[in-house]
């Protein structure tokens, strides 16, 4: 079945420095969504990339997606405190009956 | 517009105990999901209904789980029995459609300690 890669499983940063968080797919996705969940709190959904080569931003985050649609990355400039929490990313390989399969998520701590 | 329900939000129970959980999504939202957080890990889809019938549940265990969701709306997850493995957080989620993996919304998942 369909799997998906999270890496760092962890990342310690300074509050200001920048942060990446790596994703990729076994199989070609139709599309990727990416999620955040606060400590204690339930996944919220950020962003959904579906076009080869996408890139969008938010603010402080840009999120890209893989010319093949089998890898996406999430960068944050400048971290805040605000920031931290574990971040996922969800990829849906399409046909209708196929949920999304969720990577294991990076934990991003931010250190003062 | 009011998020997604779930309730109880905490239980213990011990082993080869029955448990029940409840959800009720967004108004509207065709789609509805079930998925098993255990720490440290992503959400893993155990069930997706689109409406009242079941889209995917190729991840349930089909020998101690079972699923429902009368009339399209509510919908209630069971285990039957429980096993010390089952620890974990279950999140209901729902979306407008399944097609094009539409946002999810998350509910504020029901935490299942088995002892």
């Known amino acids: 079945g369909q799997q998906v890669m999270q890496i760092p499983q962890y990342q310690h940063v300074q509050e200001g420095e920048d942060f990446t968080t790596y994703c990729n797919s076994s199989?070609?996705?139709?599309?990727i969504q990416w999620y955040k969940q606060r400590p204690g709190g339930h996944p919220v959904f950020l962003i959904q990339?579906?076009?080869?080569?996408e890139v969008k931003k938010q603010k402080r985050l840009t999120f890209q997606f893989g010319e093949a649609k089998k890898n996406s990355s999430l960068h944050i400039t400048a971290t805040q405190t605000t920031d931290v929490g574990t971040y996922f990313c969800a990829g849906f390989s399409g046909g209708g009956a196929d949920g999304l399969t969720f990577g294991k998520g990076t934990h991003l701590i931010i250190q003062p | 517009e009011a998020g997604v329900a779930q309730s109880p939000r905490y239980k213990i129970i011990e082993k080869r105990q029955s448990v029940a959980f409840w959800c009720n999504p967004i108004?509207?939202?065709?789609?509805l999901y079930w998925y098993q957080q255990i720490l440290g890990q992503g959400p893993k889809l155990l069930i997706q209904?689109?409406?009242?019938?079941?889209?995917?549940d190729s991840q349930l265990p089909k020998d101690r789980f079972s699923a429902e969701r009368l009339k399209g709306v509510d919908s209630t997850l069971k285990i039957q029995p429980a096993k010390l493995e089952d620890s974990a957080v279950y999140l209901c989620?729902?979306?407008?459609?399944?097609?094009?993996?539409?946002?999810?919304?998350f509910g504020p998942g029901t935490r299942l300690t088995v002892t």
């Open positions: 199989t070609t996705l139709s599309n």
């Open positions: 990339l579906v076009k080869s080569g």
């Open positions: 989620a729902s979306s407008l459609r399944a097609e094009w993996a539409y946002e999810q919304y």
């Open positions: 108004s509207g939202h065709a789609t």
């Open positions: 209904f689109q409406n009242n019938g079941v889209v995917d």
